[in-house]
């Protein structure tokens, strides 16, 4: 009955490793001589907190444990277990240890569904060893789970399969099937998997059956059409050239405070499929780089849009993307951070000694001040001011300033400030 539903399962279900040596994607955790690999192999693993998005193995890598140690093992989910279920995992690991000295590995899927109760139920038993607990979650643990568990475990963090992950796992999906595809079909596939090896092997069958009706079953070819209808979403031109110009486009519209022109861009950078974490990087890049002191907030404002495409991730994602966008293309723009840097840059590339000043030096270790350092050092706080005049460069550097704020948003605040303690300096 087993044999027969693993064959009529899900093709994601049907491929799923049965060695390390198979699972794709996650080669920092379970390469050769990695630490996870290692208790693995040694039958040493501890309680462990699976974290990661949908589809990157880590049910997987819980039912692999099962194959290499010779504990029980036991899987619950968070979505319908009860504390009355664990309990009585728990009732059976005392009466497995007490008779036969058999311990017990327990899965928890979706751990992050636990209450704090239902987590608490738990710690005793993980605290004395009786079980040793295999976490699953695609929630940030440090806000989902109790400190005590979370202390207790070690943390091993999943990522989205690679582009070369997923086309091996569809071609493996294609030759499980007795099938093949075009080029243009697997890349559409994909690009919409966003790194979930669920996704896109449920794409590819359902694309299968849909060849299949208008095919030879014995030489049933996957094409862009199909891919297509498998999605519900027709595919955008973004080759390799488009990736590029469209970016470009994405950044300069930013740039030139074009809102709309922002939001468009990144409507199709999301609906070809482009990472959201390579959109959420190029704006925190671009935060600094053409908005700069001219709206600091603006940094802070990208940097939450990433972490939010990490935390929440597609679709709803989207929306903290293009709250960003909106925040940078209607902020006052500057590139004066970015012109100092290389200024200054510029200067220590020419590669005179940068003697550091003997008031600037460290002071605070034995014999410092019998060097003279720090002697003459003027203590800002001390100022009623919060700033003194004296010399922070290496003698002969910075004969011009490298930052000079220009009078866009609030770098006026700040052209205003330094302008003041430069004529107070005269």
């Not at 996870?36 to 890598?61: A, F, Y």
């Not at 694309?207 to 519900?232: F, G, K, P, W, Y």
């Not at 907030?297 to 990433?306: G, I, K, N, P, Q």
């Amino acid at each position: 009955m087993e044999r027969q539903l693993h064959q009529d399962g899900p093709l994601a279900a049907r491929l799923r490793p049965k060695h390390l040596d198979e699972v794709l994607g996650q080669e920092h955790l379970i390469a050769p001589g990695t630490p996870l690999r290692t208790l693995l192999e040694h039958d040493k693993l501890s309680s462990v907190i699976l974290w990661g998005p949908p589809g990157t193995g880590k049910t997987t890598l819980a039912h692999l444990v099962a194959d290499y140690t010779k504990a029980h093992f036991e899987q619950l989910s968070a979505t319908q277990a009860s504390v009355k279920d664990v309990r009585e995992v728990i009732s059976a690991a005392q009466e497995r240890r007490a008779h036969y000295s058999i311990s017990t590995f327990l899965f928890l899927d979706e751990i992050h569904r636990f209450n704090k109760a239902q987590q608490d139920a738990l710690l005793p038993s993980v605290e004395s060893g009786l079980l040793t607990l295999i976490g699953a979650t695609t929630e940030n643990p440090y806000f989902e789970l109790n400190a005590a568990l979370l202390s207790r475990s070690t943390l091993f963090r999943l990522e989205p399969l690679n582009d070369q992950a997923v086309f091996k796992l569809l071609k493996r999906g294609l030759e499980l099937e007795a099938a093949t595809a075009t080029p243009e079909a697997l890349e559409l596939i994909a690009s919409r998997a966003g790194g979930d090896a669920r996704q896109a092997l449920t794409a590819l069958e359902v694309a299968i059956a849909l060849a299949q009706t208008n095919d030879d079953r014995n030489h049933t070819v996957v094409e862009l059409a199909h891919a297509e209808d498998a999605l519900s979403a027709k595919a955008l031109a973004y080759g390799r050239d488009a990736h590029y110009d469209i970016t470009s486009a994405f950044i300069k519209s930013i740039r030139g405070s074009d809102v709309d022109a922002g939001l468009y861009w990144l409507a199709h950078m999301l609906e070809a499929g482009e990472d959201a974490r390579f959109i959420a990087r190029r704006l925190v890049i671009l935060a600094s780089e053409d908005v700069g002191m001219a709206d600091p907030m603006s940094l802070l404002v990208a940097e939450a849009a990433a972490r939010a495409v990490d935390m929440v991730g597609l679709p709803e994602a989207q929306l903290n993307l293009a709250q960003a966008v909106v925040h940078l293309a209607t902020a006052p723009k500057s590139n004066t951070v970015t012109k100092a840097l290389f200024a200054a840059k510029a200067e220590v590339a020419l590669g005179a000694a940068a003697i550091v000043p003997k008031h600037l030096r460290d002071s605070h270790y034995s014999g410092a001040k019998n060097l003279g350092h720090g002697r003459g050092y003027k203590y800002p706080h001390d100022d009623e001011r919060g700033w003194v005049d004296q010399t922070y460069l290496p003698a002969g550097v910075g004969l011009s300033r490298y930052y000079q704020p220009s009078s866009h948003g609030f770098e006026e605040e700040i052209q205003h400030r330094m302008s003041t303690r430069q004529k107070k300096q005269t």
